[in-house]
């Protein structure tokens, strides 16, 4: 099968833009003086008309507004966008619409104007309950900041998350435990809790090659920091259902589930990445990275994709193994073996679950969480 039917089907819809560049991100994002709402308002739409047209019989799950910071869209074009999902899809009855958003005031007084649009889920990037680090990480928000707009965003919607990084520059693991235990104590339902990571091409990277990026943890505080966090949560009642994310029970993010259980997603906006498939063939598609030229390429030739590859089987279960096994549930091994059926090692597979790196049951291949932390090395066996 090119996909499971199972996992969902989703739209990710990329808003490029942010009020300042955080040194750690390596996501697209720019900064810019002016944005002419009613210009990527007609874009977004001319996209939806597009990509319904080859997949308006699915139902949808999930609708996820990601970035960039949405929270700088006009809730009109929120809006006006969710006007057009319904006209082109059959939602399902449960669908999640998510919108991440950055706590300055200015933009958590737009909540309630999102939930009249039809948003019911916001993810905060609050990043740190330090405002120390907050500086350092380059946020425009407080402390103080980030905790009244997690008040608000509790009071608007009904599901709420919101994202912190740790193994900070000069973080021990008693900042991190009063810091973690602070977050508990909101007894939120959904966290992604983050280990900081130095990319290339940004910031924090450029300053890391230069050897100007002090006091970041070794790998066995990193270590540390990694397995009191999976402990605490699972105490807390959020066990990790994903490496990096924990939930209470039938909180976790269904937009997020369709990206690890390898199910299929359309991307639209500028650098969105999609899977969908249609009969036995999967393609990957990626769109312009650049917001002018992705505009451009809407306006002057009626799409902002720019790469629509078919994904061989090989790949595609290589994909599943990467993203399933970092989810509790892991992987279906039969699904991989209908995909490529020698694409992991028999031996090495039985060396990993007799040194219980790995677990299996009912066909399903599981990392236990104790062994998550070394799970880059566990796929590196694993994949022949």
Known sequence: MSSDPSAGFGLYIHWPFCQAKCPYCDFNSHVVAKID??????????????????????????????????????PSL?????????????????????????????????????????????????????????????????????????????????????????????????DWSEELQK??????????????????????????????????????????MFLFTQEETAVAGL???????????????KHNLIYWRGGDYLGIGPGAHGRYSIAETRYATETVLSPSAWLDAVRKTGTGTSVE??????????????????????????????????LISERALENLLADGFVEMTERRLVVPPSRRILLNKILEELIC
């Open 78 to 174: 929120v809006e006006r966008i969710l006007d057009k999902v319904h006209e082109t899809w059959p939602l399902a009855n449960d669908i999640e619409i998510t919108l991440e958003a950055n706590p300055t005031s200015v933009e958590a007084s737009r909540f309630s104007g999102y939930k009249q649009a039809g948003v019911n889920r916001v993810s905060l990037g609050i990043q740190s309950l330090n405002n120390h680090d907050l500086k350092v990480l380059g946020r425009l928000h407080s402390v103080e900041d980030a905790l009244n707009a997690l008040e608000i965003a509790r009071s608007t919607f009904d599901r709420t998350n919101f994202d912190l990084i740790y193994a900070r520059q000069d973080q021990t693991l008693s």
């Open 183 to 224: 977050a508990l104590s909101f007894e939120p339902s959904h966290l992604s809790l983050y280990q900081l990571t130095i990319e290339e091409n940004t910031a924090f990277g450029d300053r890391f090659a230069k050897g100007l990026l002090r006091g970041l943890p070794d790998e066995d505080r990193a270590a540390d």
């Open 37 to 74: 709402q009613e210009d990527w308002a007609n874009a977004y739409l001319s996209e939806i008309d597009r990509v319904g047209r080859f997949s308006n019989q699915r139902i949808l799950n999930s609708v996820f507004f990601g970035g960039g910071t949405p929270s700088l869209m006009d």
């Open 239 to 253: 066990p990790a259902y994903e490496v990096s994310n924990h939930a209470r029970q039938d909180q976790e993010s």
């Open 309 to 342: 590859d078919v994904i061989t089987k090989n790949d595609q279960a290589t994909e599943y193994l990467l993203m399933s096994l970092r989810l509790a549930e892991g992987c279906d091994l039969d699904r991989i073996n209908d995909l490529a059926p020698n």
